[in-house]
């Protein structure tokens, strides 16, 4: 009844090409070609997902979707079709292109102009759906076509040899030899074994035969296939089918796992079918020793297509894993520090004061707490600091065994201050500076000693997400304590001045963080001990797990650890699993997971184990016998408890402190003993890039980061991976609606596939770097804020020229436009404005979704959707908010008024308005009465109760015909009060 379409749509490949002056392709791979009106370039667009395209999913290779070779060649025929250029000379394929399991690629296939011989050069490549720079494009092939088959291309369509043998006069061929059923089993077997998964569609080989050197086949497509067979020229996945009988030459001759790598005289002679017969024979001018000439006949003999030359390549499914290493590229990030910008303007000196103990800055004004500030402002007659400073202190490094309590004493602490700093109106334009030493790693190898000072780097970087501007992070040399330990008088106003949220002082240099894209390494196939039946294990296991040891995952029966710990056995040859979780074997799902890892050779013991308890903990490893000892640790456990800033308790911090971070370094010192190989540690991107009403998670995974580093600069393993969201649920995302993952989205993060976040595990494995970022990011979302955050600078594209107005200017305008306005007009401006980030921040189309006079509480806002909504009209207006605004003001229209009244302070009062509003339409329903055609009675009788109920309105109170007062306060009523008198006056009347 709302008027919107809530059932899913049926996937589409095209939409209306000609609406955008394109025209349509035609073809279910492609969906609109044009034609270049300068020269005579020719390009074809098209679009690719497993939604639109589910049949590409049978053809995965190390557990990646790969795009067969044949479609770049069905590409490639469509684009030469298009220029009338119907023979591909030649077709070179350089990278695979994986398909996500999320999302889809885009595609072009650009043809050039014509050459003297009428020949042109062909391009085919692609890019991740949702990437933004131009730079995301990847080439897969080039080209050439040209205009004519020869006859060459004629006689081996004819399958006709160089001899002028017609061998298939008849099928099948005579004295040919046929290969059995168990043969063309133990052909995709053999593939699979390998690493090669081929589904039904792919798995189209129904018989085939010997005859000399030459293979023959008959190949079909399952009737589960659906479309039109016949749009294609030659269907990809028929003759990506034919092409695997060419394993089925002599040993010595075939490349077993092989891939097409380039095609040469390539043309059509027919349509296409769903049945053909193919003929493979050996291509004796060809400089490869693996290279074919193909030709194929639909399934009555009549020609179809023809290949002169075929070359294809070995290729093992490790290359695959580590080109879709190189693939993924896009998704893998580090945060690097770089040189602070120069400040926009010399800023004048500004009043500084402090809050607690800091020894640190001695010239500047100190203050117990912030109550003892907020009092004695007043009294020296000077305005609120323009910065406060809280120094986090000193703790001693050595001190290992008490760092959870470090982190739990600082963390509360701070959280204190932040809550009170939040809550003084008077100190709503100061910002906060919390000042850190050694909290951070500002470059490869550097020690971050202050764990605890980490953690509250993760938990303040929430509350500058929910509270834009009121917070700045500044981590100290640590060798200012070796140095006398006072902070140069010149170095907070410098960092203030910059107008970063996060800065370092290393050697007298402020630096600035900056999420940077990084090369994903390549997983290096080495020899592993692993059973010969476990090729694929054996191919893909990079150097870090022993598959004689044993590996603990904490977490272990969640969904994460359960996807990871297949992943280790399946991908990494790991044959001693130990998961321990909260719940153990009892945990839904685990008994299917132990027998599913048993299945693949895996030996697998499931524990209950408080993993924050150091005790429990300790137990658990001493427990790992010595056969197997323990080689990987995999922390993988957590908890969320997710409430804004100004909302957190303890118990909200120690309720994700413990399982996190706590266990994680409980892991860290239990585990020196056993030196294990691989020590990873599933951390989030909330801790790198502070996420709204996640200040407890994003200390816990700040901590996990700070760890890692830790670890590697005392010659330790460790590896922490600060993850995106998952695509994949678990018992921490299971909870997320469309609105929470709406508004996850808007802070940069798009989900991560499965597969994709597997395999940015696998080359974060074998990297150098401590601490990575493996997120896939919106960049097209971030490129549409209108202030990106700084740490994200290096990632978004620069704008050529500015697409909004600046906050500042465009508060101006709106205030110069409000001045413009009567009383109702200003009302409806704001309304509107209301309107339209509500229905932002709960995902909905337009505002009409969002009715003036509903709650905020029943359109589904939360806490941080009431933030959200703050922060927006807080940048709109330039005004300062509460975060409990929304609240406060609980209705579309309440919170209109409340800007108005902040506004527009010496506009009339919002009553007067409404009775100002209604005089007027009364008036207008007078006017609109009197030139009524309408007989003289009638007409006087209207236009008196219109008077008459204009005179109770202007009294604020409606009379009964006794002129005793009755019914509501018009200023004060309700819709349906008002409704109702209404309905009395015209039954009155």
């Known amino acids: 009844f709302q008027h919107q379409r809530y059932w899913l749509n049926t996937p589409t490949q095209t939409g209306d090409a000609a609406a955008i002056g394109l025209d349509p392709a035609h073809h279910p791979l492609l969906g609109a070609a044009v034609a270049v009106a300068e020269g005579e370039g020719y390009l074809l667009t098209g679009r690719l997902a497993l939604s639109t395209h589910a049949w590409l999913a049978d053809h995965a290779i190390a557990g990646a979707v790969v795009l067969p070779g044949t479609v770049f060649l069905e590409i490639a025929l469509q684009a030469g079709h298009g220029v009338d250029c119907h023979r591909i000379e030649e077709l070179t394929l350089h990278a695979p292109l994986f398909i996500p399991e999320e999302g889809a690629v885009q595609v072009q296939a650009w043809v050039a102009a014509p050459d003297e ?85 792919f798995r189209g080989l129904r018989a085939a035969w010997r005859h000399g050197e030459d293979i023959f086949a008959e190949v079909c497509l399952p009737d589960t296939v659906d479309g039109d067979v016949s749009r294609f020229a030659v269907h990809p996945a028929l003759l990506d089918a034919a092409l695997h009988a060419a394993a089925l030459r002599p040993a010595d001759e075939s490349p077993g796992g092989a891939l097409p790598f380039s095609f040469s005289g390539v043309s059509l002679h027919g349509p296409g079918a769903s049945t053909l017969r193919v003929r493979l024979s ?83 004004s100190g203050y117990a707490n912030l109550t003892d500030l907020a009092a004695a402002a007043p009294e020296a007659g000077e305005a609120a600091p323009y910065a406060v400073v809280v120094d986090c202190g000193r703790r001693d490094a050595r001190r290992a065994t008490a760092v959870p309590k470090d982190v739990r004493a600082l963390t509360q602490r701070i959280l204190g201050l932040l809550q009170k700093w939040l809550a003084d109106e008077s100190l709503a334009a100061s910002r ?123 977490g272990g029966t969640g969904a994460l650890g359960a996807v990871l710990a297949r992943h280790l056995v399946s991908r990494h040859g790991v044959r001693h699993l130990l998961l321990a979780s909260r719940r153990g074997a009892d945990a839904p799902g685990a008994t299917e997971l132990r027998a599913e890892l048993a299945d693949l050779g895996a030996e697998v013991t499931m524990r209950v184990c408080d993993t924050g308890d150091r005790g429990a903990l300790a137990d658990l490893i001493a427990g790992i016998p010595t056969g197997h000892p323990l080689t990987g640790v995999v922390h993988t456990a957590g908890v969320l408890d997710d409430v804004t800033v100004s909302s957190l308790t303890p118990r909200h911090l120690d309720t994700v402190l413990a399982p996190k971070a706590d266990a994680a370094f409980h892991l860290h010192e239990l585990t020196r003993s056993a030196q294990p190989r691989a020590f990873v540690l599933f951390s989030s991107a909330a801790g790198v890039l502070g996420a709204p009403g996640q200040g407890n998670y994003a200390a816990a995974n700040a901590f996990l980061d700070a ?103 465009r508060a101006a305008d709106l205030r110069t436009r409000l001045a413009a306005q009567d009383a109702a007009e200003q009302r409806d401006t704001l309304l509107a404005i209301v309107r339209a980030h509500t229905a932002a921040v709960l995902g909905h189309d337009t505002a009409a979704a969002v009715r003036p006079d509903s709650a905020f509480r029943e359109l589904g806002f939360d806490s941080l959707a009431a933030v959200e909504l703050r922060n927006r009209l807080q940048a709109t207006a330039a005004l300062p908010l509460p975060a409990t605004v929304v609240f406060d003001h609980p209705t579309p229209a309440a919170l209109a008024d409340q800007l108005r009244t902040q506004l527009c302070p010496d506009a009339p009062s919002s009553a007067a308005a409404t009775a100002t509003a209604a005089l007027a339409e009364l008036a207008r329903l007078e006017s609109a009465v009197s030139d009524s055609a309408l007989d003289d009675d009638t007409r006087s009788g209207l236009a008196e109760r219109l008077r008459s109920l204009a005179r109770k309105m202007s009294s604020g109170r409606v009379a009964d015909h006794d002129g005793v007062a009755a019914g509501p306060d018009l200023q004060s009523a309700t819709d349906d009060e008002v409704f109702d008198l209404i309905d009395k006056e015209v039954g009155r009347d």
């Open 117 to 201: 011989y009428g020949r042109r050069s062909l391009t085919v490549s692609s890019r991740r759906e949702g990437t933004y720079e131009d730079a995301a494009w990847m080439r897969h092939a080039t080209g050439r076509v040209g205009p004519e088959p020869t006859e060459q291309d004629e006689a081996i369509a004819r399958f006709v040899d160089p001899r002028g043998d017609d061998v298939a006069a008849v099928w099948p061929p005579l004295g040919a030899v046929a290969f059995t059923a168990d043969d063309l089993e133990d052909l995709y077997g053999g593939y699979a074994a390998r690493g090669f998964g081929y589904g039904p569609v």
């Open 432 to 554: 906060l500076v919390v000042l850190t030493r050694g909290a951070v790693a500002t470059t490869p190898g550097e020690d971050v000693a202050d764990l605890a000072g980490a953690a509250v780097c993760g938990m303040v970087r929430s509350a500058q997400s929910e509270h834009p501007g009121r917070f700045v992070l500044l981590d100290l040399d640590p060798g200012l304590d070796r140095d006398g330990g006072e902070v140069p008088p010149t170095v907070v106003p410098a960092a203030l001045a910059c107008g970063e949220p996060q800065l370092a002082v290393r050697a007298n240099r402020l630096l600035v963080p900056r999420l940077t894209r990084v090369p994903a390494p390549v997983p290096v196939s080495v020899p592993a001990p692993v059973p010969a039946t476990d090729s694929v294990g054996q191919d893909l296991a990079p150097t870090t797990f022993d598959p004689d040891g044993t590996v603990l995952i904490t």
């Open 282 to 364: 050996p291509d004796g001018q060809a400089r490869g020793r693996h290279a074919l000439s193909v030709a194929v006949s639909d399934g009555e003999g009549r020609a179809v297509a023809s290949i002169t030359s075929l070359a294809v390549r070995p290729v093992s499914a490790q290359e695959l894993l580590a080109a879709s290493g190189v693939a993924r590229r896009d998704s893998f990030f580090a945060v690097e520090w770089a040189a602070a910008p120069a400040p926009t303007s010399p800023s004048a000196p500004q009043r500084l004061a402090t809050v607690g103990p800091c020894d640190s800055l001695p010239s500047v």
């Open 707 to 809: 760890l890692a580093e830790h670890r590697r600069a005392q010659g330790l393993p460790a590896l922490s991976l600060a993850w995106g969201l998952w695509e994949q649920g678990s018992g921490m995302t299971g909870h997320l609606d469309g609105t929470d993952r709406a508004r996850i989205t808007r802070s940069g993060l798009a989900p991560l596939a499965t597969g994709d976040a597997l395999a940015l595990f696998d080359a974060a494995l074998v990297g150098d770097r401590p601490s990575v970022v493996p997120a896939r990011l919106d960049l097209r979302g971030l490129s549409a804020v209108e202030t990106p955050a700084p740490l994200f600078s290096r990632i978004v594209p620069a704008r050529t020229a500015p697409r909004r107005t600046p906050g500042a200017e």
